[in-house]
Nanobody
Framework: QVQLVESGGGLVQAGGSLRLSCAASGSIFSISTMGWYRQAPGKQRELVAAITSGGSTNYADSTKGRFTISRDNAKNTVYLQMHSLKPEDTAVYYC???????????WGRGTQVTVSS
């Protein structure tokens, strides 16, 4: 069983920055793709960024150039550094783990990010 615990959300003004962290329990972090998703009120959950176990990254078009995903396998932690935040980035941000070569996945409970204009 894996538990994912997000932290780092909060209220920030437009143009500001935040760094989200997601700490994973268990022993499969290093062999898993980690992702950040977000869900705004009334909208579907969407992928923000992902990083594979090998370090390859993928970003939503809306976050390219502003957000950076990274991972520290020694700390079982994935990060999302967010710059130049916009009001439309306001959402609950969720951490996701997908074990390599498996359909096994886990979700965190989410952390709220609110960007004021």
């Amino acid at each position: 069983q894996v538990q994912l615990v997000e932290s780092g959300g909060g209220l920030v003004q437009a143009g500001g920055s935040l760094r989200l962290s997601c700490a994973a329990s268990g022993s499969i972090f290093s062999i898993s793709t980690m992702g950040w998703y977000r869900q705004a009120p009334g909208k579907q959950r969407e992928l923000v960024a992902a990083i594979t176990s090998g370090g390859s990254t993928n970003y939503a078009d809306s976050t390219k150039g502003r957000f950076t995903i990274s991972r520290d396998n020694a700390k079982n932690t994935v990060y999302l550094q967010m710059h130049s935040l916009k009001p439309e980035d306001t959402a609950v941000y969720y951490c996701h783990l997908m074990r390599d070569w498996s359909s096994t996945d886990y979700w965190g409970r989410g952390t709220q990010v609110t960007v004021s204009s």
